[in-house]
């Protein structure tokens, strides 16, 4: 592509994952955002939705069926899941050699009997799901690369499947103890009006939610068995906490012979070189407060008491890494820009 | 003591403990309080330290030396460790008859061997130790109500304890898999000037401390081995969440055998009558928020997908049931008055 | 009516005033909830809405239609303005001597004209509407004893009238000068699930509203200018704050001739002897989480660097003596009871 | 200067300004940091002050008297006010041609009679006061190319000054009705460990400080003057909300003789094609969410319901816009690199 801009459009704007692809792209330097969508919304500007987007340029909202996909290099799609998949396979139909940086949970299952076991209907774009990259970068990079159609992983999940990959693959960890305690800020819940994401509902306390039951859980097991090479159905609850952004995944594991130092060995060489994965120093935990706003990865690893078992901490700003930024990440392999492109933001603390 | 208002001192005022017990005991209509302390802030009024108590007429700041222990009939101890066993001591010899409940950690062990391996230093004053009472109401009601010195437990400790007894007890999960994944609010601390608990490091984000060596464990072990009837473990990991009061306790475990309703059955039993402590309907959890300012502990049991693990879920206010409320519930018994004598603020939502 | 417990009914119990008066009835040792109502929520158990209610064995939600008024002694009503008009002039008509404490808008102002200016319409209970009691209950004890009908002032106004009646009475301000720069917490804003009341579009930030335009000034304008003699139309601009609970209002004057210590005087004088108003040392402020859960107002003095002027500092609860306390200290006084009673409770920090 | 990066020294780099400094500068393009202090934690890693900056290469934290001046291109200053002066001194004598931008109060007031009455004490730097050019680009851009010395101005100051400079020398507000009441977040009280800055003390409430005497009033009282052309000495009232960055600026104001939308049209035009100062349509305020984390400044102004008198209001980052942001804005004027280098971060919502 020379130095020419990439045309992007994203659909979905009027959503905090939409609000912050628009606040990478603007300062990503080989990207131009040609057309925003927000079908409830359409026909207001982006400032009326976001008024930090006021100084800037920015294509007014429109509904999906005004975007002209033909035009478009790249497609970020920042809708509800299920709705989704009929909006792929449309623009596909448009403009079959356009680029789709997904981010619901539509094409992330590989398998179809999982998806409608955790979402509760049959795929409708199953030829889509089969072709679609798991949009993990420091896993599947090379996948990503050549994928039309990526799947951007959740933001618990990739929080909580970046550490433990390695250590599945390596057979360093009893699959059958992990156990992942998941923490997320709010922004994470989107951006539509509903009781219990109230400020008054929300501020001076903390709650698990989805107890049993919460959907990432597919992304985990699938990820998860893949690397152990069996099947490994870890418990996994995740929790509000009264913050904007973030997920901290605090995980429990009983080692499979080895000492905890051995995991972060195998951590500490496994991202060695990584450029948004950063392994603490044994012993020491980082706080969500670190990654804030930048699209970083820190994970810890501590010895419990007991030997044989340890600790597991990985932290993620769920809007950043856990969504927008690693959908940024994913544009640039996939329109074969260097990776780190416009993704260089450093935490904001406090 | 008929109907005349039991005389007691409070010993270490110008924390949130301390304030805390002033707040409930201004308005105990068996308690008055004669005496407050607060080395460092002697002299000042009250009002001066805490402004919200300036409508009230209570005694002035003074040091632990200036109080005639002889004319209190109970002293609540809420000072730093380590000093305790030395105050304590003095209590004790300068009025034998007083009776004392001591908020701090000093008296909780009853293994010297685990003091020292948690606190780094022999005990100082081992014959109070072997005396006093583990103050937890609902697990020790009968030792708590003969006893002349009573051990407040932890904030921690009393949230993961209550759910697990009686489990540990029926012998219904597996005493190897027990995780509690713990988060608490800021006021748990305590008041005193450290960079780590200023607002702009604690606010917009989620973090673990002490992993892996935190000394509530101490009291975890011993009162799950002792439930248990044989040495308990569990792995264990505070949080801190930004908010100001709150435990919330996430327990993974696995049934011996059962499902996770007989688990919900036996807690429910346990606990059917208590005043301080609400079982929910089975597969619901609570939010910290419904208990906060009050003396009340929510538990919730849910079922996991996988048959034979459950998640169990405890919230108390660290303030109150978790520190100041349940030692009020302590007075009580020792006083021999009504057990919820003060203790009746419904939680504050939102 | 002796000891006998009086028969409450709450209209509007699933918003947070609602629950706020709920939590206090249920201390009150001479009350009875016998009704509550929640047209959308009718059918549900109290705690299926708010969950701290679980210990307490609450009437189920009931549609307005379904309560029978004449077995009812009185009714707090938490309804939306001019919604507000059509069920009380109903309630009156089913039951002429029931006791109405209406925590709406809907009956505060005394001059139709001033209600159709702000409100937008005319009001549809003229004769009730002339009846009403304005219930800022320190100023107006004596004509709320009497009251049918009682209208619980706003929370803004209830923060900005109490310090500033006494100063306009006494002709020790000049009207013109009067700024009032309000901020509250979130809690007032309902429990209405709107985008512009969600956690991660309120925490971390704050902002104006309603500039210019607020419906408080009406309320404002009327008590200022009856204390003044003359008409007063203050600067008003109420924000919002990142926080539950709390008003605060920071008050501009200009003396009429006096100094600071001179207002000062004149308000610790006015208060002396109130129970729910305190008023602290010259040259001092107060915090809103001095107050947070009690029916205190808090107000503090400070002279400004150029003489002449000052600084008046106003703080309450919003849901407590800025709507569901006031109201109860309203029913208190229309039942014939202790005005403090059931109204206890301390401020609850942190 | 060619391309060449220039040598940055921060001093006072464990505080937040200072970390906010070096995660501008660490993106900048034209810097490269080359020297950090902190006294009392020289001998760390930035990263051990600052995890998040654990991906980086940073030189190690030194003392002062560590520092190479003469190797420095640019000194940023971010310690307490007196010790400044001394520093300043210092490194001028070191080396007389480098270049400082000093983000303390102690060069902001020109006349050493106001530095006294403020801070207390005689200026010890006096010819380097004079020498100072202050640093508000927007008012003072040329001084500022020419400058050795550039004063930053304070969080509050910026965000007052800016909206009231054009309009004062316009003479279109009345000097004698302004007050400005400003919020402020936390971050801004630095992080030195006090117990009125803990979580626990901030959260869940608001409170002035510094009520009738807060030393941001010299520099008010300076530039509101000097734009008036005569003595003006605003009402002006700083409040501590709970949250970690934004000042927010809400300034009431009598027309002299104009409507309130004369004001906003001499903003509007006054601010035309500034990079980092946006003016909102007339009638609509900011939120300080909107400027979270960039070197915006968000102006609204609307017409109070009394002809005559209008509000207006401000917003910035105290970090960014409010302190380091516009001391990188600084620095680039000095060395001549175009202003808005490495200041293009967009607001960070939520």
């Known amino acids: 592509m020379a130095d020419a801009k990439a045309k992007i459009a994203v659909l979905g704007a009027s959503g905090y994952t939409g609000s912050e692809l628009v606040r990478l792209l603007l300062r990503h330097p080989r990207a131009e955002i040609v057309a925003l969508t927000a079908d409830r919304k359409a026909g207001q500007a982006m400032a009326d939705v976001f008024p930090q987007f006021a100084p800037f340029a920015l294509p007014r909202l429109v509904t999906i069926d005004e975007v002209d996909f033909a035009a478009v290099d790249l497609v970020f799609c920042a809708l509800p899941h299920a709705t989704t998949q009929q909006v792929v396979k449309k623009v596909f139909e448009a403009a079959p050699g356009v680029k789709v940086v997904d981010l619901s949970a539509d094409f992330r299952l ?15 774009a199953l030829e889509l799901q089969k072709e679609a990259a798991f949009g993990l970068v420091e896993i599947y990079r090379d996948e990503i690369r050549k994928a039309r159609l990526v799947a951007n992983p959740g933001c618990h999940t990739t929080t909580a499947i970046l550490p433990m990959v390695p250590l599945l693959e390596a057979g360093a960890v009893e699959p059958e103890s992990i156990v992942v305690d998941s923490k997320t800020g709010m922004s994470g819940a989107g951006r539509s009006a509903k009781e219990a994401m109230l400020f008054s509902e929300v ?17 985990l097991d699938q990820e998860y068995s893949k690397a ?3 099947p490994v159905t870890p418990m996994f609850v995740p929790h509000l906490s009264p913050m904007n952004r973030g997920i901290y995944a605090t995980i429990y594991v009983r080692t499979a012979g080895g000492k905890a130092e051995d995991l972060h060995a195998i951590l500490a060489d496994y991202y060695r070189g990584e450029p948004f994965v950063h392994v603490m120093p044994f012993g020491t935990v980082p706080h969500s407060r670190h990654v804030r706003g930048s699209n970083m990865v820190f994970i810890g690893v501590v010895a419990d008491r007991v030997p044989g078992r340890a600790i597991i901490v990985s932290t993620l700003d769920n809007l950043v890494k856990g969504a927008s930024g690693q959908a940024v990440q994913n544009m640039n392999l996939v329109l074969g820009l260097p990776e780190t492109m416009g993704l260089e933001q450093i935490a904001l603390m406090p």
């Open 228 to 230: 152990a090479g069996r």
């Open 110 to 124: 590989t398998d179809p009997g999982a998806y409608e076991q955790w979402y509760g209907h049959p795929h409708q």
């Open 203 to 219: 501020s001076e306390g903390i709650n698990a939610y989805a107890v049993g039951s919460h959907r990432h859980m597919g992304e």
